[in-house]
C-alpha cells in the first residue's frame, strides 16, 4: 500500500516527515484576546507546527434550555449549562482575523475547528489553510462534506468514535470531494487515563482507512504522544496553555511553554531514532572499533615461521582480523616479519 501523506501550508505530513505537532489553544486565552496572541506566539517558540483554534457560537453549538439534558453534572465543568461552557469557553469571531494575521507574522500556521456552517464560512474568508473536525462533530456527516467541499485538508478526531462511525466520517469527506485526509486516535476524557489510549490502534486505523494517522492527546504528559510516533503517528495534537493555573475551562490538562517544547524536541528525536533497518556500522561508532576484539600476534615471529597456537591471541583493539578465524590462522605460515603486538592481516601470512 502507498505509504499516504498531505500537505497543510506547504508543509508534507506522513510517516517519512517529521512529526507534526499542533498546539490546541482551544478556551485557554481564557477570554482575553492578548492571551490568545501570546499563546500563538509560544507555540511558534515552543517549536510547534501548527496553533489550532475553535470556530463557535454558543448559539452555533447548542441550545440555551434549562432541561436537564443540557445540564453538565460531573466532570471538570460540572454545575454548568452547556451553553453556559460554551458562551465561557468560546473564541469570538471578531478576533478571528487578529489571530490569523498575528500567526502569520510570527510565522506559525493557524487553522481551527469549525463547528457549523457559518463557521466554515468565516474561515474561508479568512483564507485557512486546513480544517479540524473535533471528535464530538465527527458525527455530523452534512458537517463534514460542507468542509470537504472547500478542497482543503482536513483532519478528523476520532474520540469517542467506534470503527463504524469513523468509517462514515472518512466516506463523508470523500464523498465531499476531501483529497487530503488525516485521522487522529483520540479519547475524549478531560484529562484521559495513558491506559485508554490503547496505541495500537493506530498501525490498525492507518491499515483500515488508508490514511494519515495521528493522536490527539489529552493525557497530562507527553510519554503517551512520544510512544505513538515509534507506532506510526505523524500528527500530534495537545492542548496549550501559558499557565495551567490559569483557570480556564482547559487549563488543567494542557501543556505549559516548556512542556510544549519538550514534545517537539522528543517527537522529533523519537522518529529520527527510527530511522530504517540498519545492520551497519554507525557514525558514532567508528571511533570505538578500539574497544572490539581482535587477532594479535603476542610473539614475534620470523618469514617462514609456522604460526603456533601462543602467538596469537584475541584481545582488545579491534584492528586485527575478527576471532572467528582464529583456527585458520594457527598452523599457517608468515610471509614476512612480525613483531610482538601487530594486527594479524592475511598480507602477513603465506
Request: aromatic share 8%; hydrophobic share 40%.
Amino acid at each position: 500500500m502507498t505509504e499516504s501523506s498531505l500537505a497543510i501550508d506547504g508543509v508534507r505530513i506522513g510517516r517519512a516527515c517529521p512529526p507534526y505537532v499542533i498546539a490546541e489553544m482551544s478556551a485557554n486565552h481564557n477570554g482575553s484576546v492578548d492571551a490568545a496572541l501570546a499563546i500563538i506566539a509560544a507555540a511558534k517558540a515552543a517549536g510547534a507546527q501548527a496553533v489550532k483554534i475553535q470556530t463557535y457560537r454558543p448559539d452555533t453549538i447548542t441550545l440555551d434550555c434549562d432541561r436537564e439534558d443540557f445540564q453538565i453534572r460531573d466532570g471538570l465543568w460540572a454545575g454548568r449549562s452547556l451553553y453556559d461552557l460554551y458562551q465561557w469557553a468560546h473564541t469570538p469571531w471578531e478576533w478571528h482575523a487578529k489571530l490569523f494575521e498575528h500567526a502569520r507574522r510570527v510565522g506559525i500556521t493557524i487553522f481551527s475547528s469549525p463547528f457549523d456552517t457559518t463557521a466554515v464560512d468565516l474561515l474561508e474568508s479568512l483564507g485557512a489553510p486546513a480544517y479540524k473536525i473535533a471528535s464530538f462533530e465527527a458525527v455530523d456527516l452534512p458537517l463534514i462534506r460542507y468542509v470537504a467541499r472547500t478542497g482543503k485538508p482536513m483532519i478528523i478526531s476520532t474520540g469517542m468514535a467506534d470503527a463504524d462511525e469513523i468509517g462514515e466520517a472518512v466516506g463523508a469527506a470523500r464523498a465531499g470531494g476531501c483529497k487530503e485526509l488525516a485521522l487522529l486516535h483520540c479519547v475524549s476524557g478531560y484529562p484521559a487515563p495513558a491506559a485508554d489510549y490503547n496505541l495500537h490502534t493506530i498501525a490498525d486505523m492507518r491499515e483500515r482507512f488508508g490514511v494519515v494517522i495521528g493522536l490527539s492527546d489529552h493525557t497530562l504528559d507527553n510519554t503517551t504522544a512520544l510512544t505513538s510516533i515509534a507506532l506510526g503517528a505523524a500528527i500530534v495534537e495537545k492542548h496549550f496553555t501559558l499557565d495551567r493555573s490559569g483557570g480556564g475551562p482547559d487549563d488543567s490538562f494542557s501543556l505549559e511553554p516548556h512542556e510544549l517544547e519538550a514534545l517537539c524536541r522528543g517527537c522529533r528525536t523519537a522518529w529520527d531514532a527510527l530511522g530504517s533497518v540498519d545492520y551497519g556500522r554507525k557514525s558514532s561508532e567508528q571511533g570505538n572499533v578500539k574497544f572490539r576484539r581482535s587477532l594479535y600476534f603476542v610473539k614475534p615471529l620470523k618469514a617462514g615461521e609456522t604460526v603456533p597456537a601462543d602467538a596469537v591471541r584475541s584481545v582488545r583493539p579491534g584492528y586485527g582480523l575478527a576471532p572467528k578465524f582464529l583456527d585458520q590462522i594457527v598452523g599457517r605460515v608468515i610471509a614476512k616479519d612480525v613483531g610482538y603486538a601487530t594486527p594479524v592481516s592475511w598480507d602477513l601470512l603465506a
